[in-house]
């Protein structure tokens, strides 16, 4: 079924990151319009943001369900329900200045000076938060590079889709 129209015939979108509009989907059986994911993009090799480096033997073009399915990436970049507290401590604990720091640090590897570039972070501050994170195991250091842990990228994915909420 391509598309749900309201009474008044008003195309209605159905957002994969809302539960509601997951069921509807999934009820009406509903495939979403080409570019209407919100993670969809030309500009990463995968065409896809929450999965940025794998190679796929083909494109979604940006649909978020398909007959009723929210797509599997989205699934899983959803953090489970009983981890939501974990996170949100954690988030508590790194406050805006962490949050810049994952937040820049996204898929990408980036040196502390690139960091300092991106994050509005104070270059005297830079250490001290960097050094949190790693205590936290939330940012790890290899060959003078930065980069989100497993766990790291678990928060910078919840804040990416935090945005969208």
């Not at 159905?14 to 993670?39: H, K, M, N, R, W």
């Not at 489970?80 to 954690?90: D, P, S, T, V």
Request: net charge negative; proline share 3%.
């Amino acid at each position: 079924m391509e598309g749900i129209r309201d009474h008044m015939g008003k195309k209605i979108i159905l957002d994969p990151l809302f539960g509601d509009d997951c069921v509807q989907a999934l009820i009406q059986g509903y495939t979403s319009e080409v570019g209407e994911c919100p993670f969809f993009s030309e500009s990463v090799e995968s065409k896809c943001f929450l999965d940025p480096y794998s190679r796929r033997t083909w494109n979604c073009n940006g649909r978020c369900f398909v007959n009723g399915f929210r797509c599997e990436y989205i699934s899983e970049a959803l953090p489970h329900k009983n981890l939501g507290g974990e996170i949100n401590f954690l988030i508590s604990l790194i406050g805006s200045e962490g949050i810049s720091i994952i937040r820049s640090l996204g898929w990408s590897l980036l040196t502390t000076d690139e960091v300092l570039a991106v994050s509005d972070i104070k270059k005297e501050e830079l250490p001290f938060k960097l050094t949190v994170l790693k205590i936290l195991k939330l940012v790890s250091e290899k060959n003078g590079t930065l980069h989100l842990t497993d766990k790291g990228r678990m928060i910078h994915d919840y804040l990416l889709l935090s945005q969208k909420i």
